[in-house]
């Protein structure tokens, strides 16, 4: 049987535009206790700066904190969108992009990730706002 | 449609999504024109010329809008068709 999309796509992250992650943390650590939390990394791309935050067995909350060059999720939290993507880790990035720009979907955006160790990262969007952020395991 | 009259509707849209009331758009203007057209904003705009439109972009089409001119000859060709 052809193996489905979700059999290639393992969930990585849902990721959530914060003012300031360093305030955004404390409740995880306060309250939640936490502890794997990463430290803050630039995302000079997508002009952000991320922190991930282990929130379950390999399941992330990515914080995201847009700085001045990034209008549009600056724009987005003032509006009240927080959690704005999922993010998928996948195994063959290149044939499961193709499949999906062929399904309806188009690219918002192909970029290394310091966040990833500079894997390849894309986003894509099928139009509707559903925002996915595919990572190149390898 | 005439292409001109695309091209005010689409600098109106520009302005009210981007919240950039100084937009004027040509059919030269791409994204680097444009402080507030990054990648992002660029979904939220195809959203919205598809439902100003009443248009459904393909995956292509989308991909290959280099510049406002890109946009107005999709618009454009889909309206002519139907």
């Known amino acids: 049987m052809q193996p489905t999309f979700n059999d290639r796509m393992r969930f990585h992250h849902v990721g959530c535009i914060v003012d300031n992650i360093e305030q955004a943390v404390i409740p995880y650590k306060a309250i939640f206790h936490f502890t794997n939390i990463g430290k803050p990394v630039r995302v000079e791309e997508q002009k952000v700066v991320i922190c991930f935050i282990e929130i379950n067995n390999g399941v992330f909350l990515e914080l995201i904190q847009p700085d001045d060059g990034n209008s549009t999720l600056a724009k987005w939290k003032k509006k009240g969108i927080r959690y704005y993507h999922l993010g998928y880790s996948v195994d063959d990035l290149e044939r499961l992009l193709g499949e999906l720009l062929r399904s309806g979907y188009f690219l918002v955006s192909d970029f290394h990730s310091e966040a990833f160790g500079m894997k390849r990262c894309v986003f894509v969007s099928n139009g509707e706002m559903d925002l996915m952020e595919l990572i190149a395991n390898t | ?82």
Do not use: C, P, Q, Y
Request: proline content about 0%; aromatic content about 4%.
């Open chain 2, 1 to 82: 449609m005439e292409k001109n009259e695309i091209l005010a509707r689409l600098n109106a849209l520009f302005i009210r999504e981007l919240d950039n009331k100084d937009i004027v758009l040509t059919e030269a203007t791409n994204a680097g024109d444009i402080k507030e057209w990054d990648s992002l904003a660029h979904v939220l705009l195809i959203v919205a010329i598809e439902k100003d439109f009443k248009i459904k972009f393909t995956s292509s089409e989308i991909m290959r809008m280099k510049n406002i001119g890109d946009v107005i000859s999709s618009i454009h060709g889909r309206l002519t068709k139907s």
